[in-house]
């Protein structure tokens, strides 16, 4: 029974490498109005896979009525048959649509103006009424940037089979080997680093600097300085004014050190 088993299994893995051996590579044109990167294009007939670069160009293995799955964060999903004529020019050019976000948050009671006593003063709820208590749907969660999107994008996927009882995620794995997932990451946490501390410079920066006369030109290389720092980001995420105005105070002291030391040499 066995025997049978690894005889089928080798029959059918040799009838896939049969069939892709009659393909040809076929370069692919992704069009929309946004960001063509990273889109996933998936061969379902053939298991092959290839990923958009910046012009939304792609190459893939496929012949004519291979099916292809077109996958994105932001577009819509594209099933399509290559036909004859894309399998002779080996071209084809795919259209992608936006996905439309449906309404997923209600405002309930006043408008707030962003001043904390003008609210508190207008605000007449006893109670905090929340989405799920009112029994509609709603999201807390800030709409993901358009990198923190890629990334999505890039470290999701779905799964493909290959027909020996497992699956792998493609998707995936192709963005970890090229490196893009770590790119993307790396992207992202400086992000994350720049909008921080351009917070912090908004809260901070003229309580640091009441008495301290760093030159203006010099700021800004002191706020670079201070995000880099290895400890940032976990700071940011605590979000405590008085770490994170200790923070700035020691590092402005360590920057002044490293610039006097610079000048003396």
Known sequence: MKKTKLFCSLVALACVFLLQAQRTEIKGTLIANDDVEGIHIQNKTASKYAISDEKGEFSIAAKAKDTLFISSLIYQERTLIVTSEDEKSKSIKIKLEEKVSALDKVVVGKILTGSL??????SDAKTEINFYDLGIPGNTKLPLTQNEKKLHDADGGSWGHLGL?????????????????????????????????????????????????????????????????????????????????????????????????????
């Not at 997932?181 to 501390?197: A, F, G, H, M, S």
């Open 117 to 122: 006593q003008s609210d508190l003063e207008n």
């Open 165 to 265: 009882g497992f699956g792998v995620n493609f998707h995936k794995l192709l963005n970890k080997i090229s490196g893009r997932t770590k790119k993307l990451k790396n992207i992202v946490e400086l992000d994350d680093r720049d909008k921080c501390i351009n917070k912090l410079r908004v809260y901070y920066e003229s309580i640091i600097f009441e008495k301290d006369t760093l030159a203006k030109n010099l700021r800004d290389e002191y706020f670079l300085f201070s995000q880099e720092d290895k400890n940032f980001l976990n700071l940011c995420q605590e979000d405590n004014d008085i770490k994170l105005l200790e923070f700035l105070q020691q590092k402005l002291k360590a920057y002044r050190e490293n610039l006097d030391s610079t000048t003396n040499n």
